[in-house]
């Protein structure tokens, strides 16, 4: 390909070959219709809410910003804040809310606030006060919640009566927003949440007066005011969180929690099954508490408590009720993630719950068996786990009444597949517009070493047997919360992209990434460096031992937030292996990165400041003998930029050479403008292809 339509620029305008994508499925409970948000072509980064009539199969565009604003679109900061949490780089419809009917959905537009009528295809823009955050129908259609200037406010669904339900004291303190907290780590990207009645809402309020404030400056644009974030870093005060009912005639019920004990609001549930349930979590997230909560008193009970030694996880989709008023919720019990409703278990030890899509009058979870490259979507009623995924493969889902969307990504086929079905049987298949990759991996899917590492080997388009060595180049995540070896193509095309370059690429997935239940996940307690790098190295030289094309004595590593921290500490602590690294936003002092994340793998700081200096990259400055690129975006509000300075100077100090490129304007996520990207790519790999001594620099 020529150099406009390279591969780097392609996948830069097609945000990684995802536009063009459907995703947010909402299914009307009659099975008559599918909303969903799709960009209008494969390299369209707007995306327009759709309708899929499930009866003629017919498509129609339900709201296209290009038709709904007058101008570019222009962000809230709160709006930019939820869309860094979510990683989310596209633009127009990103967020969609509905009725319990599927019929009034909500959206925001540049901080407008509009609803649609699913039915009769009507699109309005109310008039409301703005900027407009996460707006949301209560479940009967009649009036749309939203937050503007930190308060919540309601409006009815034919723009009357625009109010405020519930405004802050003061600076620094908000109603109906998730604190950052909750948004990076607990994965909840909302601080409220309608009754089934339409008539009160469970309303979050945040108190951030008591975090550290931390100045994310622009060096490049010294005249810019510095972005001020509350920034809870580990051993620091957290956002106070606070809960209340308040109805739409005015009225407000404090609820009653212990909130020193249990000051983490992990999860809120609110439907017809029961009453509001909430999950609190202690601050060392060794304890957690599923309460339901008296909306008329505000006050709570106890339902259950799960506590471990090391840390409770959360689990997306619970706790719940099902329709007919049951608890359902995801337990550590007999070596699993198993589900559990009303204390009895419904998933046996073999299977790795991972998420609960959806609670009703059955249940659907994700889970893992024996392979933790595969991901099964499975309905659960009173008997036996039926898999409703057939293909090998990554799959989740959604499901109302008896209509389930299906997706899925295989090693078969580029991209994703989205099948809707109704009793078992396919009535329709949801279109995507993303653009096929123009490269196949030359992939080879391992499991290897004694504890069974999952790993993934991409070598060069074409080669063979007896072509030669190979420089080596390993790109892991190799921390908690993500995992890279997936039985899904799309998993692995900017891999082979690189291993086209001349390289062995290896990805592998070590102890503490999903799939493989809670003792693995706990294994790299208090020693975050030691075991994730140890099983980098341990993959390494397993998939060497049976390819010796590998050339050992070139051994690069690559990789970006906890994936930059380990190619710092594999150069750092492991020289006779690595040769080379490049650490994009790394993390290097932990004491620098938040409470929620850091406390639960290592523990408090002044309870444990021996963990935190072992597992942190300042100290081992000194030992650098290898060459080192450290990269990181200067408007990252979550790994800070003051990572990178701090091992630099480290570095200085130490007289040890090495390379920082600072990106001005680029937060955590990795830029997407198809010049810079492109640049981006090439520089990393003249880089190490200069200092492996590799040919063609």
């Not at 063009?20 to 960009?39: N, Q, T, V, W, Y």
Request: charged share 25%; hydrophobic share 40%.
């Amino acid at each position: 390909m020529d150099n406009e339509t390279s591969f780097l620029r392609l996948q830069a305008r097609t945000q990684r070959f995802t536009l063009g994508s459907p995703r947010e499925f909402r299914i009307a409970p009659d099975g008559s219709r599918l909303l969903f948000l799709r960009s209008g072509s494969g390299e369209d980064r707007q995306h327009i809410l759709w309708r899929l009539d499930l009866d003629t199969g017919a498509e129609t565009r339900l709201a296209d910003p290009a038709e709904l604003l007058h101008g570019a679109e222009e962000l809230p900061p709160e709006e930019r804040a939820r869309r860094e949490r979510a990683r989310e780089q596209g633009g127009g419809v990103l967020g969609v809310a509905t009725d319990e009917e599927v019929r009034i959905a909500a959206f925001a537009l540049s901080g407008h606030l509009f609803v649609a009528d699913a039915v009769t295809g009507e699109v309005r823009e109310l008039d409301a006060a703005g900027p407009v955050v996460d707006p949301r129908p209560d479940p009967t259609g009649s009036h749309v919640a939203y937050v503007a200037g930190d308060a919540l406010r309601v409006v009815a669904v034919d723009g009357s009566g625009d109010r405020a339900l519930a405004e802050p004291d003061g600076p620094d303190r908000a109603c109906g927003l998730a604190e950052f907290i909750a948004a990076e780590e607990m994965g909840r990207s909302r601080g409220y949440w309608w009754s089934p009645d339409g008539t009160r809402l469970l309303v979050a309020h945040t108190d951030r007066r008591g975090v550290r404030k931390w100045h994310i400056a622009d060096p490049a644009n010294p005249d810019a005011e510095p972005n001020t974030v509350s920034y809870p870093a580990a051993g620091t005060d957290n956002v106070i969180v606070g809960l209340a009912v308040i109805g739409l005639d005015g009225t407000r019920v404090e609820v009653d929690w212990d909130g020193r004990e249990l000051p983490y609001l992990a999860t809120v549930h609110w439907s017809a099954g029961g009453p509001p349930l909430i999950a609190l979590q202690s601050r060392d997230q060794r304890r957690m508490q599923i309460r339901s909560v008296d909306p008329d008193t505000g006050g709570t009970e106890l339902l259950c408590e799960e506590t471990d030694e090391h840390w409770v996880d959360i689990v997306a989709g619970v706790p719940a009720w099902t329709s007919d008023g049951r608890l359902v919720r995801v337990s550590n019990r007999d070596g699993a993630y198993r589900l559990v409703v009303d204390d009895k278990e419904l998933t046996d030890p073999g299977l790795q719950v991972r998420s609960v899509p959806h609670v009703g009058a059955d249940v659907l979870i994700t889970a893992s068996e024996q392979d933790p490259t595969q991901v099964h979507v499975y309905r659960v009623g009173d008997d036996t786990p039926l898999r409703l995924s057939t293909e090998d493969g990554v799959h989740s889902a959604t499901r109302s009444g008896d209509v389930t969307v299906l997706t899925s990504w295989t090693l078969d086929r580029a991209g994703q597949q989205v099948r809707v079905l109704r009793g078992g049987e396919q009535v329709a298949e949801v279109t995507s517009y993303a653009v096929n990759p123009p490269i196949e991996p030359n992939l080879r899917l391992l499991t290897v070493g004694e504890r069974r590492l999952r790993a993934a080997l991409l070598l060069p388009t074409g080669h063979r047997p007896g072509d030669g060595p190979l420089p080596v180049l390993l790109d892991p995540y190799g921390g908690p919360h993500a995992q890279r070896v997936l039985a899904s193509r799309s998993a692995f095309v900017q891999g082979q992209w690189l291993a086209d370059q001349g390289f062995a690429v290896l990805i592998a997935d070590g102890r503490g990434t999903p799939g493989r239940g809670p003792a693995w996940d706990r294994e790299i307690a208090f020693d975050l460096a030691g075991v994730t790098l140890a099983d980098q190295v341990d993959a390494l030289h397993a998939v060497a031992a049976e390819h010796p094309e590998l050339d050992l004595s070139k051994v690069a590593i690559r990789g970006w937030s906890y994936g930059g921290y380990l190619s710092a500490l594999a150069v750092l602590r492991r020289p006779d292996v690595f040769h080379a690294a490049i650490a994009g936003a790394p993390v290097t002092d932990w004491r620098l990165y938040d409470t929620h994340y850091t406390e639960r793998y290592l523990g408090h700081p002044d309870e444990r400041p021996e963990v935190y200096r072992r597992n942190s990259l300042i100290d081992d400055a000194p030992n650098l003998t290898r060459p080192l690129l450290i990269i990181h975006g200067l408007a990252d509000d979550n790994v800070v930029v003051a990572h990178s300075l701090r091992l630099s100077s480290a570095l200085v100090a130490a007289g040890r050479p090495h390379a920082l490129v600072p990106l001005p304007g680029v937060t955590h996520m990795t830029p997407l403008d198809d010049e810079v990207s492109e640049n981006f790519m090439l520089m990393q790999l003249r880089w190490l292809k200069e200092v492996l001594k590799v040919a063609g620099t």
